[in-house]
């Protein structure tokens, strides 16, 4: 079975549409609120993507809103970087947003529970099934998620932003 065909069958599995009411149940857990980011917002990436030619449309791009906490995720990211053999050098990226963005409000619920019960504690798999959730109920993005008030989850992060400045960590 080719890669393409096993990804298509992990989008019918039953844990997968499980995953997916899941995420549906958190969001209205906080009143089904929804949010539009407009056009130039500014959102902040700290990371080991090195460059806006390195952004990658399939797989959605944690930001955040809040100026006093874009430097947030930079250790994180230095030590990514020395555990990932081949891992480019970590950057802190400056964003706007290119149009008006049309955001689910999580109300700074926490998705741990939901990464333990559905997605077996992987991060990576949260990442995925979250960018999956927002594409099939037409959002571009995720705001208030984990706890932290200005955190933006961006579905599509190659045509919903425009890169304003990167920097290296």
């Known amino acids: 079975m080719s890669l393409a065909d096993r990804e298509m069958a992990a989008l019918h599995a039953p844990e997968f549409k499980l995953a997916m009411q899941a995420l549906t149940t958190i969001w209205s857990s906080h009143g089904c609120r929804t949010e539009r980011l407009p056009p130039g917002l500014q959102l902040w990436h700290c990371g080991l993507v090195a460059g806006p030619q390195d952004l990658d449309e ?9 100026s006093e906490r874009q430097d947030w995720y930079a250790d994180s990211a230095r030590e990514q970087a020395k555990l990932e053999a081949m891992a480019p050098t970590p950057h802190k990226l400056s964003f ?3 149009c008006e963005l049309k955001a689910a409000d ?6 741990r529970g939901f990464t333990i019960e559905h997605c077996g504690t992987m991060h990576g798999r949260m990442k995925a099934r979250l960018r999956q959730w927002m594409l099939e109920n037409g959002f571009d993005a995720v705001v208030r998620v984990n706890g932290d008030p200005t955190e933006v989850v961006i579905a599509r992060p190659r045509s919903a932003l425009v890169c304003l400045g990167v920097s290296a960590l």
Request: hydrophobic residues 45%.
């Open 58 to 66: 399939q797989r959605a791009l944690w930001t955040t809103r809040g």
């Open 96 to 98: 706007a947003t290119a």
């Open 106 to 111: 999580f109300g700074s619920l926490s998705l």
